[in-house]
């Protein structure tokens, strides 16, 4: 029986993808496989022809093959020939014979609006490609140390703790991890807590959504700052209790706007977003005397108090909590990266052990060899020489920054008083942040526009931020320039 033959022209790499061209090879040929484009017994081009046809060395070709051959997708049949092997790993999809059918189904009705409670902050994938990125929350590569994370991984892959970390956590923790943050992490806020009394999250929103699970029903009261992140705005709605914003200024939450009768109130001290307003320790002592006065409890997402450059940053509100009212809230993210998605969540032993019930239902726990992996890293010291690496380019980002909007005119609403990552900027009146974000794109520069924080705001929002975090100090002063001009031009 004649057997069909796979084209070449089923190929295809790209040389500026960033990923090996063996590896583009291999993944074209298994997609094909799982998509019934290259059925079982096709025979495949010869290494020799598909390398001419791809431009590729005939090496290449050949130890794309070969690993393929090796995980049981194709086999040899000669000394350069290949087919599609008989029985794939994994059989081609029935998709294609599966008739498509109109859905009489009323998904309006049916869901839950989520989408509809918040408005993203949204941040380009391609920021990178602009000149001037001032864009918050994303990390510059250039400060991070790379060898000593893939150190960590290959570390994390050794076989005892693979042995370990392969097996189901259920709803347990990485103990190494959770050892850095009682022992290390914690202190240095002021904090302190036994094992039993943290859970490993996937990242600080993961540890919010779960507390407001937790804590929050119709029926019951919270209240966070105006302005909040929209992501936990959504989260406090969705949970059907009533929500009152208080209103901050320069010092953060003001105390003596909160209402009565509440459950619990959502704070960002350290660092409020998005304005970076600091809590001084006076507004901090006043805010546990009301959760006390008013039996609530407090949430506290305490972030970025690792970019402490101009001042030591104060101590955590939990530290100073003397009533076990705040629930502590941190994360890796901000500090490592933030595709890394880890954060820790502290409290007292029974709201951690529903907490660990809960995280189980949706995700069991964060991946195992990713918690390794971060808690080798902390514990040799990378950590700490990155934060070190991090502080002392940003304090020279910031300078620069500070001096740039100064010497253009620009109004500083908000900065951290300790360092931080970002300026919060207030426009002339009138001014829609949103276009002028736009605009900027086609000069090259990105900020961030406030407007998501101003949840249900009928004017245009005149307030943005920029962050020097993810843009060189050579290219600070230009995108400033850039910036002002634009605004020139709108007013």
Same mark, same amino acid.
């Given at each position: 029986?004649?057997?069909?033959?796979?084209?070449?022209?089923?190929?295809?790499?790209?040389?500026?993808?960033?990923?090996?061209?063996?590896?583009?090879?291999?993944?074209?040929?298994?997609?094909?496989?799982?998509?019934?484009?290259?059925?079982?017994?096709?025979?495949?081009?010869?290494?020799?022809?598909?390398?001419?046809?791809?431009?590729?060395?005939?090496?290449?070709?050949?130890?794309?093959?070969?690993?393929?051959?090796?995980?049981?997708?194709?086999?040899?049949?000669?000394?350069?020939?290949?087919?599609?092997?008989?029985?794939?790993?994994?059989?081609?999809?029935?998709?294609?014979?599966?008739?498509?059918?109109?859905?009489?189904?009323?998904?309006?009705?049916?869901?839950?609006?989520?989408?509809?409670?918040?408005?993203?902050?949204?941040?380009?994938?391609?920021?990178?490609?602009?000149?001037?990125?001032?864009?918050?929350?994303?990390?510059? &590569?250039?400060?991070?140390?790379?060898?000593?994370?893939?150190?960590?991984?290959?570390?994390?892959?050794?076989?005892?703790?693979?042995?370990?970390?392969?097996?189901?956590?259920?709803?347990?923790?990485?103990?190494?991890?959770?050892?850095?943050?009682?022992?290390?992490?914690?202190?240095?806020?002021?904090?302190?807590?036994?094992?039993?009394?943290?859970?490993?999250?996937?990242?600080?929103?993961?540890?919010?959504?779960?507390?407001?699970?937790?804590?929050?029903?119709?029926?019951?009261?919270?209240?966070?700052?105006?302005?909040? &992140?929209?992501?936990?705005?959504?989260?406090?709605?969705?949970?059907?209790?009533?929500?009152?914003?208080?209103?901050?200024?320069?010092?953060?939450?003001?105390?003596?706007?909160?209402?009565?009768?509440?459950?619990?109130?959502?704070?960002?001290?350290?660092?409020?977003?998005?304005?970076?307003?600091?809590?001084?320790?006076?507004?901090?002592?006043?805010?546990?005397?009301?959760?006390?006065?008013?039996?609530?409890?407090?949430?506290?997402?305490?972030?970025?108090?690792?970019?402490?450059?101009?001042?030591?940053?104060?101590?955590?509100?939990?530290?100073?909590?003397?009533?076990?009212?705040?629930?502590? @809230?941190?994360?890796?993210?901000?500090?490592?990266?933030?595709?890394?998605?880890?954060?820790?969540? @502290?409290?007292?032993?029974?709201?951690?052990?529903?907490?660990?019930?809960?995280?189980?239902?949706?995700?069991?726990?964060?991946?195992?060899?990713?918690?390794?992996?971060?808690?080798?890293?902390?514990?040799?010291?990378?950590?700490?020489?990155?934060?070190?690496?991090?502080?002392?380019?940003?304090?020279?980002?910031?300078?620069?920054?500070?001096?740039?909007?100064?010497?253009?005119?620009?109004?500083?609403?908000?900065?951290?008083?300790?360092?931080?990552?970002?300026?919060?900027?207030?426009?002339?009146?009138?001014?829609?942040?949103?276009?002028?974000?736009?605009?900027?794109?086609?000069?090259?520069?990105?900020?961030?526009?406030?407007?998501?924080?101003?949840?249900?705001?009928?004017?245009?929002?005149?307030?943005?931020?920029?962050?020097?975090?993810?843009?060189?100090?050579?290219?600070?002063?230009?995108?400033?320039?850039?910036?002002?001009?634009?605004?020139?031009?709108?007013?």
């Amino acid at each position: 029986m004649m057997r069909s033959a796979v084209s070449e022209a089923m190929f295809f790499v790209e040389r500026e993808a960033g990923k090996g061209l063996q590896a583009q090879i291999r993944e074209a040929l298994v997609s094909a496989i799982l998509s019934g484009r290259a059925p079982a017994g096709a025979r495949l081009p010869s290494t020799r022809r598909l390398a001419a046809y791809l431009k590729v060395s005939r090496i290449t070709v050949t130890i794309a093959y070969q690993e393929l051959a090796s995980q049981g997708f194709v086999s040899a049949t000669g000394r350069s020939a290949y087919r599609i092997a008989d029985a794939p790993p994994v059989g081609p999809s029935e998709q294609s014979n599966c008739l498509q059918s109109q859905s009489s189904v009323d998904w309006n009705a049916r869901l839950r609006p989520v989408a509809v409670h918040s408005k993203p902050v949204r941040k380009p994938l391609d920021w990178r490609r602009y000149p001037y990125p001032f864009i918050y929350g994303q990390m510059d &590569h250039t400060l991070f140390d790379l060898a000593g994370w893939r150190d960590c991984a290959r570390r994390a892959l050794a076989k005892e703790d693979f042995v370990m970390l392969a097996g189901d956590f259920a709803a347990a923790d990485d103990m190494q991890l959770v050892d850095y943050i009682v022992s290390r992490t914690l202190p240095g806020r002021g904090i302190r807590a036994r094992h039993e009394e943290v859970l490993v999250t996937v990242g600080a929103q993961n540890a919010l959504w779960i507390v407001i699970q937790l804590l929050l029903h119709k029926g019951s009261h919270a209240a966070c700052e105006e302005l909040c &992140h929209p992501d936990l705005g959504a989260a406090l709605i969705l949970s059907g209790a009533k929500v009152t914003p208080v209103a901050i200024d320069r010092e953060g939450l003001r105390p003596e706007c909160l209402p009565g009768e509440l459950d619990a109130v959502f704070v960002t001290p350290s660092h409020h977003a998005p304005t970076a307003a600091t809590m001084p320790m006076a507004r901090r002592q006043q805010l546990l005397e009301a959760a006390n006065r008013q039996d609530f409890l407090i949430v506290e997402d305490d972030y970025e108090f690792e970019m402490s450059f101009l001042r030591p940053p104060s101590p955590a509100l939990k530290s100073i909590d003397t009533e076990g009212r705040v629930i502590y @809230v941190g994360s890796f993210s901000k500090s490592l990266f933030p595709g890394l998605r880890l954060g820790y969540l @502290v409290a007292p032993a029974p709201l951690i052990r529903e907490a660990r019930a809960l995280r189980a239902l949706m995700l069991r726990h964060p991946p195992g060899h990713l918690q390794r992996t971060a808690a080798y890293f902390l514990a040799l010291g990378h950590y700490d020489a990155v934060i070190r690496r991090m502080r002392l380019e940003y304090q020279k980002r910031h300078a620069l920054t500070a001096a740039a909007l100064q010497a253009e005119g620009l109004r500083i609403a908000g900065a951290s008083d300790f360092g931080g990552t970002s300026f919060w900027i207030e426009g002339p009146a009138g001014l829609d942040a949103d276009q002028l974000a736009e605009e900027l794109r086609g000069d090259g520069v990105l900020v961030e526009s406030g407007s998501p924080f101003f949840v249900g705001a009928a004017q245009p929002c005149r307030y943005f931020r920029i962050a020097y975090s993810s843009i060189s100090a050579d290219r600070i002063e230009e995108g400033v320039r850039r910036i002002a001009s634009r605004l020139r031009a709108v007013a």
